[in-house]
Nanobody, 125 residues
């Protein structure tokens, strides 16, 4: 599976962005999808994840209530809707896919089969 993340950009605090993660090579419906981010000088951290059918989601505490994650399996694409963005959300955002992740392990950045190339999100104050 090849993952292509897009949709990043520069936005003012309080604004919104929607990131997309387009998959090619294999059908996305077989994979759990996740989003992670990495700010300069910091470790990569979990943002959100969604189960294969979309029935279960998980979010980092720092984004709960502001971000939503969704997927469109027929379109082989996942999404991260980010609202009420804050300067501390500034980071490179990566999407990931894995065929065997279980819910309790969604937030770990280890074991994901595939990673996208990242898209920069910059939130100005």
């Amino acid at each position: 599976v090849q993952l292509q993340a897009s949709g990043g950009g520069l936005v003012q605090a309080g604004g919104s962005l929607r990131l997309s993660c387009a998959a090619s090579g294999r059908t996305l419906r077989s994979y759990v999808m996740g989003w992670f981010r990495q700010a300069p000088g910091k470790e990569r951290e979990f943002v959100a994840a969604i189960s294969r059918t979309g029935g279960s989601t998980s979010f980092a505490d720092s984004v709960k209530g502001r971000f939503t994650i969704s997927r469109d399996n027929p379109k082989n694409t996942g999404y991260l809707q980010m609202n009420n963005l804050k300067p501390e959300d500034t980071a490179v955002y990566y999407c990931a896919a894995d065929s065997g992740k279980i819910y309790s392990d969604y937030s770990s950045d280890r074991g994901w089969d595939y990673w996208g190339q990242g898209t920069q999100v910059t939130v100005s104050s």
